[in-house]
């Protein structure tokens, strides 16, 4: 089955066919910058890293675009109560959002324009709209989009134009023939950023920039756009009608949208209050567990920022990674491996699954679960201590091979796994309220019960571990032990 990829505009799932194969662009709406961005901010980008992966993995050449918004009355705002610049505010937290995509650890994308740079072409769109009929330019010098003069407006967002109408509330406005009319270039009040046009002095509506952005750096079409659900209405609704009323030709051939990141019940959004920044969740916790965090759901599936949920990823992570960290103790014993042809029927199965589940829309949580399936069945095959056999050094290696190259798509599984087991296990156990030095004294203690056959308080000390949270393993090469859930 080749890729099928869900598009808002049909509302199901399509065979995807990029307009010039193998070449595939894609364009994502990105961050508005007058502050540090919150990690549902970086739900996109991460989901996107991987489809530009697996496209590319797919034989596709990919130009991968986010942009910047770098005029809009946040940063205007932003500025005011700074008392500086909105270049400046602009400019400060586009190097911090820079900062947090490193830390991220995913690929950056291959260009970032910002609005500023692309005046021209955001004035030149604009006149083409009006050419086509489609725009106005109001008294004042407001040009202002015309929603009832182009056929399609609501395809996108499956809204009937007269129930737009309906919904909204009715503004006094000399300048606006409709209600349902949108702006695509303004005057700037004094003390606002200011470009000249042929309208007069003024600034870009917010719609239009990404009308501008896309088809000067990508054509026409373009193969993929993506943004948060938020941005299906108005604002990718209002894209397509000014880049198809400009260009009388079809803007996207499959749009695609991440659903949120929620906390509690409401969307993570800086205006409602209720964020976490990326960057002081990678502080306190890592990248690492952000990604999975995010792409352990469906990219159409609510996420839910909970300290539950982060603790189940960190305990997910820990499951991957402590059987990695096995594998690789094992391979470092460098015994030659023998083929296991039940192992190797299970990699080539899983393999397969998860090329069919990133073909069918993406589907991560399907990938985990593939996944986790090799790591039940060699953790059932070999447990630490035990002696290397050349079926077992076979398995290890094969299972490594597996994470790293799955993993890399999403960006994960790249750690050095004892090391990045050892941080998720602290996690863990901060969580948990307890110390790794408390868990070692506790095994030694009863190592030497064991040793001197002193059963009893050996069973204790085992009930005591296992009340605080911690399974042990006694094998002939000694005891390890392992956060339980
Ligand atoms: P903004 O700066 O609010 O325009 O958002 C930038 C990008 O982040 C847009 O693509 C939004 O759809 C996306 N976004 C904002 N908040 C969330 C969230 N809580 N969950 C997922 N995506 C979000
Ligand atoms: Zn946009």
Not at 104 to 120: F, G, N, Q, S, W
Not at 382 to 411: C, H, I, N, W
Request: proline share 4%.
């Amino acid at each position: 089955m080749s890729l099928q990829i869900y598009n808002t505009l049909s509302k199901q799932k399509e065979t995807f066919v990029p307009m010039n194969a193998p070449q595939v662009n894609i364009y994502i709406c990105g961050p508005t910058v007058y502050d540090l961005l919150h990690i549902g901010n970086f739900r996109g980008p991460i989901f996107f890293n991987l489809v530009r992966n697996w496209l590319e993995e797919s034989g596709y050449k990919v130009k991968f675009i986010q942009n910047y918004t770098d005029v809009d009355d946040k940063i205007i705002n932003r500025a005011n109560q700074e008392n500086t610049t909105s270049e400046a505010v602009a400019e400060k937290y586009i190097h911090e959002h820079k900062k947090d995509y490193s830390a991220l650890e995913i690929r950056k994308a291959d260009h970032m324009p910002r609005v500023t740079e692309h005046m021209d072409d955001i004035i030149q769109i604009i006149q083409k709209i009006i050419e086509s009929g489609h725009a106005y330019v109001a008294p004042d010098g407001e040009v202002l989009y015309s929603v009832r003069s182009f056929n399609g407006y609501g395809k996108l967002s499956h809204k009937n134009i007269d129930e737009l109408q309906a919904g909204i509330r009715v503004e006094v406005s000399e300048k606006k023939k409709d209600p349902l009319d949108f702006t695509l270039w303004k005057p700037s009040k004094p003390g606002e950023p200011t470009w000249s046009s042929p309208w007069g002095p003024g600034r870009p509506g917010w719609h239009i920039e990404c009308s501008a952005m896309a088809s000067s750096l990508l054509g026409s079409t373009i193969d993929i756009h993506g943004g948060g659900i938020d941005l299906i209405f108005p604002h990718h609704e209002n894209e397509l009608a000014q880049s198809e009323g400009a260009t009388h030709t079809t803007f996207v051939k499959y749009w695609v949208h991440w659903n949120f990141l929620n906390f509690g019940a409401h969307k993570m959004s800086k205006s409602l209050g209720n964020v976490k920044t990326a960057r002081s969740f990678i502080e306190q916790y890592n990248a690492e567990i952000l990604k999975y965090l995010m792409l352990r759901a469906h990219y159409r599936s609510l996420v839910d920022f909970s300290e539950e949920g982060i603790q189940d990823a960190i305990h997910g992570l820990a499951r991957f990674y402590s059987a990695m960290s096995v594998a690789e103790s094992i391979v470092l014993q460098n015994v030659s491996g023998q083929e296991v042809a039940e192992f190797k029927s299970l990699i080539d199965k899983t393999r397969s699954e998860i090329k069919s589940s990133l073909d069918d829309d993406f589907n991560t949580p399907k990938v985990f679960a593939a996944l986790f399936e090799v790591v039940r069945f060699f953790n059932g095959k070999y447990k630490r201590g035990q002696k290397v056999t050349p079926q077992v050094a076979y398995m290890a290696k094969e299972f490594l091979l597996l994470m790293k190259s799955r993993g890399d798509l999403m960006s994960l599984f790249q750690h050095e796994p004892e090391s990045f087991l050892k941080s998720l296990d602290n996690m863990l156990m901060i969580k948990k309220g307890i110390k790794r030095e408390e868990i070692d004294a506790l095994i030694a203690k009863r190592v030497e019960a064991r040793n001197s056959k002193d059963f009893k308080t050996s069973d204790q000390l085992r009930d005591q571990l296992v009340s605080m949270g911690i399974s042990i393993q006694d094998t002939p090469a000694g005891t390890y032990w392992e956060i339980s859930k």
